[in-house]
């Protein structure tokens, strides 16, 4: 896969355990960091793809790592912990955590976190990218509808004559229909409608 990674605990083993079961898994150069605060310097300064990191730390927890990091860039995290707790998990969730993997962990169970994380985190781009052609379209179906508005005040059409209207200079000027619509806007705005 060669993903940057970073692994983040206060026990040099499980550092080691983790760093071991990233290459070979192919997760490409893997950082390390002791605490939280190293964390987040090498973060800020590297941006790896996957972080897994501990959540009792000295200095600087995982949570509040976690949280600072994501206000950066987003990075699957992966949360580790000795001690399982419903309440560390809802605030693992709200720091930006993909995933909680509780110690002493399996390589099959760990790194099957890791792949739901990126998986989610694909989907939810995905979405964000949908979300974001659906605010663009509802923004160019508005300025349409303005100028639509303006044909039909100022050159007394119904809906469907002035969208021909607006069609047809579109398709004669070779633009856009809302590169149409904003000119007849711009039009009307500085008086030639």
């Given at each position: 896969m060669?993903?940057p990674?970073?692994?983040?605990?206060?026990?040099?083993?499980?550092?080691?355990?983790?760093?071991?079961?990233?290459?070979?898994?192919?997760?490409?150069?893997?950082?390390?960091?002791?605490?939280?605060?190293?964390?987040?310097?090498?973060?800020?300064?590297?941006?790896?793809?996957?972080?897994?990191?501990?959540?009792?730390?000295?200095?600087?927890?995982?949570?509040?790592?976690?949280?600072?990091?994501?206000?950066?860039?987003?990075?699957?995290?992966?949360?580790l912990?000795?001690?399982?707790?419903?309440?560390?998990?809802?605030?693992?969730?709200?720091?930006?955590?993909?995933?909680y993997?509780?110690?002493?962990?399996?390589?099959?169970?760990?790194?099957?976190?890791?792949?739901?994380?990126f998986?989610?985190r694909?989907?939810?781009?995905?979405?964000?990218?949908?979300?974001?052609?659906?605010?663009?379209?509802?923004?160019?179906?508005?300025?349409?509808?303005?100028?639509?508005?303006?044909?039909?005040?100022?050159?007394?059409?119904?809906?469907?004559?002035?969208?021909?209207?607006?069609?047809?200079?579109?398709?004669?000027?070779?633009?856009?229909?809302?590169?149409?619509?904003?000119?007849v806007?711009?039009?009307?705005?500085?008086?030639?409608?």
């Amino acid at each position: 896969m060669g993903v940057p990674a970073m692994v983040v605990d206060d026990e040099p083993i499980i550092r080691l355990d983790v760093k071991e079961i990233l290459l070979k898994a192919d997760y490409g150069g893997v950082l390390e960091a002791r605490n939280g605060d190293e964390a987040l310097r090498l973060a800020y300064e590297h941006r790896p793809e996957l972080v897994i990191m501990d959540v009792h730390m000295p200095k600087l927890n995982g949570l509040q790592a976690s949280r600072q990091i994501r206000k950066w860039y987003d990075p699957v995290i992966i949360l580790l912990t000795a001690h399982y707790r419903k309440e560390w998990c809802v605030s693992a969730r709200e720091a930006g955590a993909s995933g909680y993997v509780t110690k002493p962990f399996t390589e099959g169970g760990l790194l099957m976190s890791v792949e739901i994380g990126f998986e989610q985190r694909r989907k939810l781009r995905e979405l964000e990218g949908d979300v974001a052609r659906l605010k663009g379209k509802m923004e160019e179906r508005k300025i349409i509808d303005r100028a639509k508005g303006i044909l039909m005040s100022r050159c007394r059409l119904d809906e469907a004559e002035a969208y021909a209207r607006l069609r047809g200079r579109s398709m004669y000027e070779r633009t856009s229909l809302v590169k149409t619509a904003e000119a007849v806007i711009m039009d009307f705005e500085n008086g030639i409608v």
